[in-house]
Structure formats: structure tokens, C-alpha cells
């Protein structure tokens, strides 16, 4: 068995809990960068309210970190089995991961004023690169299941 067919099984994770690690590091204001670019692991606080009420942001992180794990894992495993382009995801990825940086920034008079909310950089290229990587992945789902629903329909081949 290769590694082809189980490659955004092992990825999506693994770069999402990378990137949510650090981007905890820099949060940026009051951890809101780090919470809206970790969607993928924050529908467990909403799911279980008790989980923050009363706790510090280091409370929270293994549980939103472990959710955003395993959310990837199981889009990466979606991905794998409509057999997505690895090239297409990264193009789509990085583009959402730019314009979103851009736009954020973008959002302040200046980019002074946009590190004197947020603190550093850092806090926006990682936000940035986690949410877009949810949103990469999920584009990348509807567009490879149309297009296999769609060939399906018209009963042309796969490949």
C-alpha cells in the first residue's frame, strides 16, 4: 500500500496542529486570532459550554487542539477518498491563506496599527494559515464531490 491514498489523512492534522501550536504561542489580541483561526477545534467548546466557563486559555488548548486534530483527520480522510489534487489544495490553500492576510491587514489604517492590536506578525500569517486550511479543505470537498457526483451522473469515468 502506498502512501498516495492516505496522504490528507496524515497531513491535514499534523500541519493544522502544527500551526494551531504556534499560533497559541502568538495569539494576538486576548487569544481571538488564535480561537477564530482554530474553527476546526473550537465547535468542542460550543458542544461542551463547561469546558470554558471560568478557565484560562492554557486550560483550553489540548481540548481545542485535540477537536482541531481530529476534525482535520477526518476531512483529510474525505479528501483522500474523492482522491483530491494535492496541487490544487495547496494553490487554493495558500491563495485563501494570502487574500485573508491581506484583508485582515488590510482592516487597519496601517500596518503599525494592525501589530499594535495584535502584537506581532506572527499572530497573522498563522491565523491566516490555519483558517485558510480549514477553508482550503473544505472547498477543495465540494468542488472533487461535484466533480465526482458529476461524472458519475454522466457516467464518464473517473480518470
Known sequence: MSFRPRFFTFVLPI?????ATFSFRYPG???GMFFVGSLSGLWVLWLFPRLHQGVSPDSIFPVVLLAGVATMA???YLLDLLRCSRVAFVIIWLAAAAILLAYVLGSYPS???ALAK?????????FAANLSLLL?????LLITAGYVVGR???GRPLH
Request: one cysteine or more.
Open 15 to 19: 500541519l493544522w496542529g502544527t500551526i
Open 29 to 31: 489580541d486576548e487569544y
Open 74 to 76: 477526518v476531512l483529510g
Open 111 to 113: 500596518y503599525e496599527g
Open 118 to 126: 495584535n502584537g506581532s506578525p506572527q499572530a497573522y500569517v498563522l
Open 136 to 140: 482550503a479543505s473544505l472547498l477543495c
Open 152 to 154: 458519475r451522473i454522466t
